[in-house]
């Protein structure tokens, strides 16, 4: 099967966005890639492939930027949100085990629709996810919120059943 790729145009930088050919989950990209791992389904290109554009291009000026939040302006969706991250409901502060380490749920700014797409940084856009919801969203980019929740809580249900997070609840009681 062949990779699909749409070419997008990020003001005067070239992106891609590459799409598995079985289940159709998309990743950005730097450069096409000739091999894929997707990991949402686990399918696997070995071969090398040349990648099939799919002739998508968007022009946006060059002087729009990615945005940030104010610390004001992040307090007031953390408060808004009720401590919790967006995407999983789970409370920020709360301490897991990774990685043979011992961390906390960080809120970190998150679009809601990714910028360079919308390329809107107007508070509506944002939310407060915590630092691993953004890390297992990644480059990912989904149609709607309910599809980002359910790559989010798949990513969380196979984290935790293999063990690779422990929250402080299971840290202590196998002491």
């Known amino acids: ?3 699909a790729y749409k070419k997008l145009w990020y ?3 070239v992106v891609y966005q590459c799409f598995c ?3 159709n989950e998309s990743y950005l990209e730097k450069k096409p890639l000739v091999k894929l791992y997707c990991e949402n389904c686990g399918y696997n290109s070995q071969e090398e492939k040349r990648p099939k554009f799919k002739g998508m ?3 946006v000026p060059a002087i729009k930027t990615k945005g940030k939040l104010s610390k004001k302006e ?3 969706l953390i408060e808004k949100q009720g401590n919790l991250c967006y995407w999983c409901g789970r409370p920020f502060g709360m301490v897991y085990y990774r990685k043979n380490r011992i961390y906390e749920l960080k809120p970190h700014a998150d679009h ?3 910028f360079i797409y919308c390329y809107g940084n107007e508070i509506e856009n944002f939310v407060m996810a915590c ?3 953004n890390l297992f969203k990644s480059s990912k980019v989904f149609s709607d919120e309910v599809q980002v929740r359910d790559c989010v809580n798949d990513r969380w249900e196979q984290e935790t ?7 402080s609840q299971g840290i202590l009681g196998a002491v």
Do not use: W
């Open 112 to 114: 809601k629709v990714p």
């Open 74 to 76: 992040r307090l007031k």
């Open 161 to 167: 059943r293999n063990g690779t997070i422990i929250f």
């Open 21 to 23: 050919p079985e289940c």
């Open 57 to 59: 291009k968007i022009v």
């Open 131 to 133: 630092n691993l919801c």
């Open 11 to 13: 003001g005067s930088v």
């Open 1 to 3: 099967m062949d990779i």
